[in-house]
């Protein structure tokens, strides 16, 4: 009687231990509902983010990057960048923004749906690892506007894993001059700030 008692009790005490822990697939939610920690890419050392930074989130750009035909100083014409035109989409392909040259400045602009916004200027390139494809890139951000938002506190953009972009055969002459151009690409921008 006694051993039946005991075993009874441990029953119960089970019982009560049971619901008091969250199931399992709870805790799994938890974690699901956090936004996973970007990582920065594997990049060759002369486009590494300085030190102390670190990578607030990543956009896949999907675009044309537009050239125009110019003279160069020695006279010689040549399709010369004078933009991109790209949409920026998240993880989940849902588009975020756009990527474009500044009206004024010339500059490289990313503005974000969230009314942030950067310019930025080439620090440093490597050639792409696809031969026809145009370079990755280290930028310092020259300037924010606009809202508060994702952008607002970016220092540094990589651009990586291109693919496409470079200008194509098209005739560049004199009897071209000022003609445009475009050469469709897609590439990896990462957002870097002061880590915290």
């Known amino acids: 009687m006694r051993r039946l008692l005991l075993s009874a009790a441990a029953v119960i005490g089970l019982a009560i231990l049971i619901p008091s822990t969250p199931p399992a697939n709870a805790q799994a939610n938890?974690?699901?509902?956090?936004?996973?920690?970007?990582?920065?890419?594997?990049?060759?050392?002369?486009?590494?983010?300085?030190?102390?930074?670190?990578?607030?989130?990543?956009?896949?750009?999907?675009?044309?990057?537009?050239?125009?035909?110019?003279?160069?100083?020695?006279?010689?014409?040549?399709?010369?960048l004078k933009g991109p035109d790209a949409e920026l989409t998240d993880r989940k392909d849902k588009v975020i923004g756009h990527h474009s040259a500044e009206p004024t400045s010339k500059l490289p602009m990313w503005k974000l749906k969230d009314g942030s916004e950067v310019t930025g200027k080439a620090a440093a390139h490597v050639d792409s690892l696809d031969a026809d494809s145009i370079p990755w890139l280290l930028v310092n951000v020259e300037s924010h506007a606009g809202k508060s938002g994702q952008l607002t506190n970016v220092t540094t953009i990589q651009r990586v894993h291109t693919h496409g972009g470079k200008p194509g055969n098209d005739a560049c002459d004199e009897s071209h001059k000022d003609g445009e151009t475009k050469s469709t690409y897609t590439a990896d921008y990462y957002f870097f700030a002061p880590a915290k």
């Not at 594997?42 to 956009?59: H, K, N, R, S, T």
């Open 30 to 80: 938890t974690q699901e509902d956090a936004p996973a920690k970007e990582s920065a890419p594997d990049v060759p050392d002369a486009i590494a983010v300085p030190a102390g930074q670190e990578v607030l989130f990543f956009v896949h750009a999907k675009g044309s990057q537009i050239y125009t035909c110019q003279a160069g100083a020695d006279g010689k014409f040549s399709w010369t």
